[in-house]
């Protein structure tokens, strides 16, 4: 009995064998019709033809180069210049840091753009249009753009969100509008403890369910469930700063005014002062670290009992503090449920590096689907 389901269209095929050579050029960079055939499993004729196709598109083209050898020499094939550039962004308490990103995923250009002390939008603003300005360089639009930010992010609006004791207050700037000159397409923004999370995710043996603590000078967590930084409504989840804590006195506080009670903000201002903290957690008997260990413990059975975690990891200037981490899963261990508590080993610079893969793949898959 013949099968009734229908057979693939001739184009079809002809655009799945198309994306297979687009795939291999985009992993190998340049290779040969003998080459894409045997990288991808597709008879030589039918690879020649979809070069041809894919040549006509301006998408690929001869390099110029041919393979030596035994053998006949073969032209070598990659992609095409000028396929589109997307934007990766970073915008932290110190500088906006702006990157071209090529297809390939390769940094072609970067710039940094200090911000001064006390910002406000519109100087964070102004730094931010001055670094995209700088990266393009007169290359035209950006196909896309990718935001780190070191605050909170609406995940509707894109705009970063002024929370009470933020430690970087640049009002409602919406990254967004600000970069609508340098690009033509969407523009995505998270916070940076966000996008950490997601390098994390990128790690080999990386956990589907974990918690990552940020403590810095601010205050922040990604929770990641089933491989997926949840957002929550209106992506403020991870938002911790003002959980209720035990504070100097044992009496409950936010989280944040722990700090406050130790003396350890900077002047006139919410931030932490790392570099005093750190001294303090290092004095003999330290009378501030079993303070600010209550605190974090405080903090991680919250994220227990909330988010049930296979664990929790912990980034930032101080929160790989190897007394303060031991002090913390002690404590953790007397607790009815029981979560490792772990320094997450992070890069410094691992929010970055997550938005330059999404920019990467972002512009992989406008390739792809031709859009």
């Known amino acids: 009995m013949q099968s009734s389901r229908p057979k693939p269209s001739l184009g079809l095929l002809r655009s799945l064998t198309d994306e297979h050579v687009l795939r291999a050029l985009l992993r190998e960079r340049q290779l040969t019709r003998a080459e894409l055939a045997a990288q991808t499993g597709i008879s030589k004729p039918t690879v020649a033809e979809s070069v041809r196709r894919l040549a006509a598109e301006g998408l690929v083209h001869d390099t110029g180069d041919r393979s030596t050898g035994r053998g006949r020499s073969g032209s070598y094939f990659a992609l095409a210049e000028g396929l589109g550039w997307g934007l990766a962004i970073s915008v932290t308490a110190e500088a906006v840091e702006a990157e071209r990103i090529d297809l390939l995923g390769d940094v072609v250009r970067r710039t940094i753009e200090p911000i001064p002390d006390s910002p406000d939008q519109d100087r964070v603003g102004e730094a931010l249009t001055r670094a995209a300005t700088g990266v393009s360089n007169g290359a035209g639009p950006a196909r896309l753009a990718t935001v780190s930010a070191a605050d909170p992010v609406d995940r509707h609006s894109g705009r970063l969100v002024e929370l009470p004791d933020s430690p970087f207050l640049v009002g409602t700037l919406d990254p967004a509008a600000v970069l609508s000159e340098f690009v033509s397409g969407p523009v995505t923004v998270d916070n940076d403890v966000n996008w950490a999370a997601r390098a994390k995710l990128a790690e080999d043996g990386s956990p589907a369910d974990f918690a990552l603590l940020y403590l810095g000078a ?50 006139h201002s919410s ?84 938005v330059r893969w999404h920019v990467g793949e972002g512009l992989q898959q406008a390739l792809l689907t031709r859009s």
Not at 228 to 237: I, K, N, Y
């Open 218 to 267: 601010g205050l922040g967590c990604a929770i990641v469930s089933d491989r997926e930084v949840r957002r929550g409504d209106t992506g403020l989840a991870g938002e911790i700063s003002h959980l209720i804590t035990r504070g100097q006195d044992s009496r409950a506080v936010h989280f944040t005014e722990v700090f406050d009670q130790l003396g350890l903000h900077r002047p």
């Open 271 to 354: 931030a932490i002062d790392v570099s005093l903290l750190l001294r303090r957690l290092d004095e003999p008997n330290s009378a501030v670290l079993p303070v600010v260990a209550d605190a974090v413990c405080d903090v991680a059975e919250t994220l227990i009992a909330v988010s049930d975690p296979h664990l929790i990891m912990v980034t930032g200037p101080w929160g790989e503090h190897a007394a303060l981490v031991a002090a913390i899963r002690n404590r953790l261990a007397d607790r009815p449920r029981q979560t490792a508590f772990l320094p997450s080993r992070l890069a410094a610079d691992a929010s970055l590096a997550a």
